[in-house]
C-alpha cells in the first residue's frame, strides 16, 4: 500500500530564516505531488503541483519554492521566511488519472516568529 | 476564479441523528467531488469520492451530486461523537491544471 510521509511535524523559524520541507511517498510510481498550505480561518490554498522529476507549477506568487530531485520526492523551500508564511503545510499525493483523489501527509505546522 | 462555498457552522447534531453537510461549487466544468474529513491537528482524510450526478453510498455515508444546481452533500447517518470534525468539500476543475479547491469546511458536532 501507498504511504506518504513529511517531516518534521512541528517547526518554530525566525522571520528571515530559509526553510525545508521534506515529503516523500512509498508504494506508488510516478505519483501526482503537491503542496497545500492551510492557514488559520482560511481553506486549503494549493500552492505547488509535480506531474514529474523536475516539472513544478506554481499556483500563487510568493517567496516559496519547490522542487523535485527524484521521482517519490518534493521539496518546498524558501529563502527568508516572512511572518505570512505560518500555517499547516501539507503534502498530497495522487496516483492513476486525472479524476483520483489525492491522499494527505501527516503535515508541518509551521510557526513564524 | 473557482470557488467552493460551504457553511462554517458549527453544525450540532444529536447522536443517532443525519447529519446533513453541504456545498456549492462555481466552476461548472467542474468533474470530480470529494469530501475530507479533518480532525483538529491532523491532516484531512478521504471520506468519500463523487463523479456523477445522484446519490453514493459507504457504509453510514451518502454522498449526493447535483451538477446541474452546482451543488454536492454529505449525508452521515446514525452520527456518532467521533464524527465531530470539520468536513471539507473539493472539487477537481474540468480544465487542465491540476490540483483541487477546497471549501473553508463546515465544523460538525455530535453531542453524546
Known amino acids: 500500500s501507498q504511504t506518504i510521509h513529511q517531516w518534521p511535524a512541528t517547526l518554530v523559524q525566525p522571520v528571515g530564516s530559509p526553510l525545508s520541507l521534506e515529503c516523500t511517498v512509498e508504494?506508488?510510481?510516478?505519483?501526482?505531488l503537491y503542496w497545500y498550505r492551510q492557514a488559520a480561518g482560511r481553506g486549503l490554498q494549493l500552492l505547488f503541483y509535480s506531474v514529474g522529476i523536475g516539472q513544478i507549477s506554481s499556483e500563487v506568487p510568493q517567496n516559496l519554492s519547490a522542487s523535485r530531485p527524484q521521482d517519490r520526492q518534493f521539496i518546498l523551500s524558501s529563502k527568508k521566511l516572512l511572518l505570512s508564511d505560518s500555517g499547516f503545510y501539507l503534502c498530497a499525493w495522487r496516483g492513476g488519472t486525472l479524476n483520483q483523489p489525492q491522499h494527505f501527509g501527516d503535515g508541518t505546522r509551521l510557526s513564524i516568529l | 476564479q473557482k470557488e467552493v462555498e460551504q457553511n462554517s457552522g458549527p453544525l450540532s447534531v444529536p447522536e443517532g441523528a443525519i447529519a446533513s453537510l453541504n456545498c456549492t461549487y462555481s466552476?461548472?466544468?467542474?468533474?470530480?467531488f470529494f469530501w475530507y474529513r479533518q480532525y483538529s491537528g491532523k491532516s484531512p482524510e478521504l471520506i468519500m469520492s463523487?463523479?456523477?450526478?445522484g446519490d453514493k453510498e459507504d457504509g453510514r455515508f451518502t454522498a449526493q451530486l447535483n451538477k446541474a444546481s452546482q451543488y454536492v452533500s454529505l449525508l452521515i447517518r446514525d452520527s456518532q461523537p467521533s464524527d465531530s470534525a470539520t468536513y471539507l468539500c473539493?472539487?477537481?476543475?474540468?480544465?487542465?491544471?491540476?490540483?483541487?479547491?477546497f471549501g473553508k469546511g463546515t465544523h460538525l458536532i455530535i453531542q453524546p
Open positions: 466552476d461548472r466544468g467542474s468533474q470530480s
Open positions: 463523487i463523479y456523477s450526478n
Open positions: 473539493a472539487v477537481k476543475s474540468g480544465g487542465g491544471a491540476d490540483g483541487l479547491t
Open positions: 508504494g506508488t510510481s510516478n505519483p501526482n
